[in-house]
């Protein structure tokens, strides 16, 4: 189950709630938190690609690449069978997030044939990943708000509404498409929760509650 949602929607804050409340539910993978042998591993095998395109792009393929590696390691994970033992797993930046990223920056700056032909595999595989989405929200003013007093950094922390709301809304669109990709192939399952109206609490509750009894999801 992997939570996505807009910055200050609340992510870290329920998954710190969901962690305290069974610690039969994992929480502690993410597109961050790889074994560092399996991602040097994966990297070997993208060096080819990288040594062919870094003369058409210097440096600037170097994030795509980075990520394009940690997702394959985390799906490689997800598909070993050894997250399994555990009730459920709670992903806060897993497939999604990384597919969603790919399409905000890596069209604009870095977008060739190999990731052209990259990105609908890392769907099909992204879509078998992830068992079910939850997605956070609130309104604007209050993710504004929520930006601006945390101590979390964020590239829009000082900057005007405007921009905030503008970033905002770039980041639901592009979240919208990437789970209507992913969902046209599973059918994979999304809940939806404004955490202005459900404390971090309440929509644990809920989570827990569409967990599979037999702990096989």
């Known amino acids: 189950m992997e939570l996505v949602g807009p910055a200050g929607a609340g992510k870290s804050t329920l998954v710190r709630t969901i962690r305290s409340r069974d610690p039969e539910v994992r929480t502690d993978l993410s597109i961050w938190s ?36 940690r997702l394959k390691t985390l799906q490689q994970l997800l598909d070993s069978g050894k997250t399994r033992n555990c009730r459920a797993l709670v992903v806060d930046i897993g497939p999604i997030f990384t597919l969603a990223w790919f399409r905000v920056y890596a069209r604009h700056r870095t977008w060739n044939r190999w990731l052209d032909q990259w990105y609908p595999r890392a769907v099909v595989e992204g879509a078998a990943a992830v068992d079910a989405i939850v997605w956070l929200d609130a309104p604007d003013q209050v993710l504004a708000a929520r930006i601006r007093m945390r101590d979390q ?21 592009t979240f ?42």
């Open 176 to 217: 919208a498409q990437v789970i209507a990709e992913v969902s046209a192939r599973s059918g994979t399952p999304v809940l939806t929760f404004s955490t202005d109206e459900k404390d971090p609490e309440q929509i644990a509750d809920e989570i827990m509650a569409s967990l599979s009894p037999q702990g096989d999801q």
């Open 153 to 173: 950094a964020h590239t829009v922390k000082d900057k005007s509404d405007h921009e905030i709301f503008t970033l905002l809304g770039n980041y639901r669109k």
């Open 34 to 69: 790889l074994p560092r042998p399996r991602l040097v591993t994966n990297g070997l095998l993208f060096l080819p690609k990288l040594a062919a395109l870094w003369r058409d792009y210097p440096g600037s393929l170097w994030t795509a690449l980075h990520l394009a590696v």
